[in-house]
């Protein structure tokens, strides 16, 4: 008998891996057998819906798993040993090869379904753009080694012939400028020269085809032995797409992946003009009017405006984190995530991780961070902020230090979990920071530290949104690389150890804390109102958003408390803050704190956390004057 796996199946039926397997579980499919955590189905109990494969092999896939090809009738062995997770694994042949693979192919199908001559994809940083982008060289790529091997079995494979006759048709152009991280121009430009002359020299047999001319071959060994200068450098892909065309007959694909890193780079230090201008002069002659491009891809975190780098680029197609198409193809999808989950035998841990890693909206598409999710099952499932320190972050100093009053508050409210209505340019350019300073929505959009709901798009091309923080990952990095960017920095410290004494229950120490960083931070004409003191507190809080939600003014009991902290973790306690404030020096503020108390036990301000089952309630009555406080607790 014939076996075929659930991912074979799903292809051919068109349906989902995870239905197969329900099919496979609940009986509907006769004759399917487990075998450790695969599903073996035979060919026959799928009837007529069910192709019939041609010859004697076939290969065994599951989502992931690249079993080599088997004699028909061969059944799977049983998955004792799990192949290793891809954990910082660009190379596509590598990843199908010796890895568990998310199959991504059928990007490459809606990419042929449109056929955009020149596309761009921005995403934030670890979502797979790299290995994307190298999944579509080897699709597309001539060469002497048969590559259909690294797609037979995938998505792709069973869309029809189509499609098929795409694969190893081009000479393909590859560039990756993701480590191009430098402070000069001049060693940027050399970094830049470097990684030309490799993808020349990757292409050597053009400097010896009969069919390029001779000031062709001249310009590939001026690039080759590095006397080309920024000029000429600028017009290389453009000669060696002319070159590859001549050679091979058929025009290039040219995929340039990270593009606006040393775009970044020159921004924070100081030669921004200078990338800019080479970076555009380049994409002119090799994406623009070039009779030798058959397609051009680019990736990067920002779509830079066109008038900046892209200028007179008509034929460019970007796809943001807002647009539809491709949406599903950069990071995971919740299905995605559960197959991987139970294949390595966690398949109870799916909630927490999409309390950690889910919840960002790309287009349509629901999205893990991929980088996280597989850091986080390679770790055993131990749920951390793996996405922080996965790259630079100078820009976001840049955008918190020109950040006005009003968005520096939408930004604490952020971090208690409220979402802020914003209007959103993908298209924004670095020295639009200081000039623009609401731009820093757009930033943080793009980078993945904010998701977008309720998107409308407004009569510029651009978006009006409903911006919140996607997951507690985030709320870690947010934390970490945002937050902390607001205070003084006498006043992280201080922070961390209000943290520590609200976990502690110490509240004393809260005082004390509380009274320190009054006095290290702010000025006496600052203070008077009770909201000053409210704000104030709140940013205080938001340290501990990843063990608490914060709230304020909200409903409970008879009335409004000031700040509620809820435990997300059991064994924690609850809290509720009532604060008063006055301005007369000479008031006795034990006393003010006392009547503080008082209002949280009259009102009954703990409901909401008694109904939420919280067992320990500390109620805090704080009162403040000035830079002075006195508080007031029990439990």
Known sequence: MNYISSAQAADRLGLTVRRIQQMCRSGEIDGAVRRGRTWCIPEDALNDRLSIVSGNTFSLREPGISYRSRKAGDVPPAADVRLPLPVGISSYREAVTNYYYVDKTLMIRDFIDTLPKVSLFTRPRRFGKTLNMDMLRVFFERSDE??????????????????????????????????????????TFRDLTDTIRQEFARHS???????????????????????????????????????????????????????????????????????????????????????????????????????????????????????????????????EVRQMLDYYGYGDHLEEACRWYDGYHFGDSEIFNPWSVINYIDEGCVPLAYWQSTGSNEIIGEIIAHATPEITENLRRLMQGESIAAYVDTSVIYPDIPRRPSTIYSFLLVAGYLKALDIHVQGDGNYMCRLLIPNREISFVYEKEILSRLQPPAAESIALAIQQAVISRDT???????????????????????????????????????????????????????????????????????????????????????????????????????QAGVSAIIRVGIAFCGKNVEQIAED
């Open 205 to 335: 047999e053009v400097a010896r085809s009969s069919r390029c001319n001779d000031f062709e071959k001249d310009f590939y060994h001026r690039v080759m032995e590095g006397t080309a200068d920024e000029a000429a450098l600028s017009r290389s892909l453009s000669v060696l797409s002319s070159m590859l065309t001549h050679h091979y007959g058929e025009p290039a694909v040219i995929i340039i992946d990270e593009y606006d890193t040393p775009i970044q780079m020159g921004h924070l230090h100081g030669y921004y003009d200078q990338v800019t201008e080479f970076t555009r002069n380049l994409f002119s002659g090799t994406f623009k009017d070039n009779h030798c491009l058959a397609y051009g891809f680019l990736t990067g975190i920002l779509s830079i405006a066109r008038e900046s780098i892209f200028s007179g680029m008509n034929n460019l197609k970007v796809h943001s984190v807002l647009d539809r198409r491709f949406s599903s193809y950069f990071g995971f999808t919740a299905d």
């Open 508 to 610: 004393r120490k809260l005082q004390e804390k509380i009274q320190e960083y009054l006095a290290e931070t702010i000025s006496y004409y600052d203070t008077g109102s009770e909201a000053f003191y409210q704000g104030l507190m709140i940013g205080l809080c938001a340290v501990l958003n990843n063990r608490y939600i914060v709230t304020s003014n909200r409903e409970s009991g008879l009335g409004r408390f000031d700040i509620q902290l809820k435990p997300l973790e059991k064994g924690l306690p609850g809290f509720i803050f009532e604060l008063k404030s006055t301005r007369d020096q000479e008031a006795d503020l034990r006393s003010l704190a006392g009547s503080a108390l008082q209002q949280i036990r009259r009102k009954d301000y703990d409901t909401d956390l008694k």
């Open 146 to 187: 048969d590559t259909s091997v690294y797609f037979r079995g995938r998505a792709i494979w069973s869309c029809g012939e189509r499609y098929r006759q795409f694969q190893g048709k081009y000479p393909v152009i590859f560039l990756t400028l993701k480590d191009a991280k430098f402070s000069t121009w001049a060693e």
